[in-house]
């Protein structure tokens, strides 16, 4: 099988995988609350597409609307309580970590409930940042 097959057999795989994840993100978010989406990990000169790609991605998730952050200093100020579903976006991880470590807004992200003082935010069992 080549590379090629092999790439579009894992995308076959993760594009069956959308619709459960949607339906089980609908299931434990709070849906009077946006969605925040951070899409620091790329470029900003991809942003446009990145939230293109992140609404059509969740159309099938009843949030209000998505709201996307351009900058780690915009992320700091947040209140992650205010939002429904934090979504980080891939790319380059080590930038993401370091402009959210610079901004100090690391901890927000890291753990929400602790940043905003909130104790009763649903949070997925999983791995962390």
């Not at 609908?26 to 992140?54: F, R, T």
């Not at 209000?64 to 790319?91: C, H, Q, R, T």
């Amino acid at each position: 099988m080549g590379v090629f097959r092999i790439f579009c057999k894992i995308l076959q795989q993760i594009t069956d995988r959308a619709p459960f994840a949607n339906k089980r993100l609908n299931e434990v978010i709070d849906h009077s609350k946006p969605c925040l989406y951070i899409p620091l990990a790329m470029g900003q000169e991809k942003y446009a597409d990145c939230y293109e790609w992140i609404k059509d991605e969740l159309k099938n998730v009843d949030v209000p609307y998505i709201e996307m952050v351009k900058s780690a200093d915009e992320l700091a100020v947040k209140n992650m309580n205010d939002f429904g579903v934090i979504f980080i976006g891939g790319g380059n991880t080590f930038k993401l970590l370091n402009d959210l470590k610079i901004s100090g807004a690391f901890e927000k992200v890291k753990d929400p409930a602790a940043s905003s003082g909130a104790s009763n935010l649903k949070r997925p069992k999983g791995r962390g940042i």
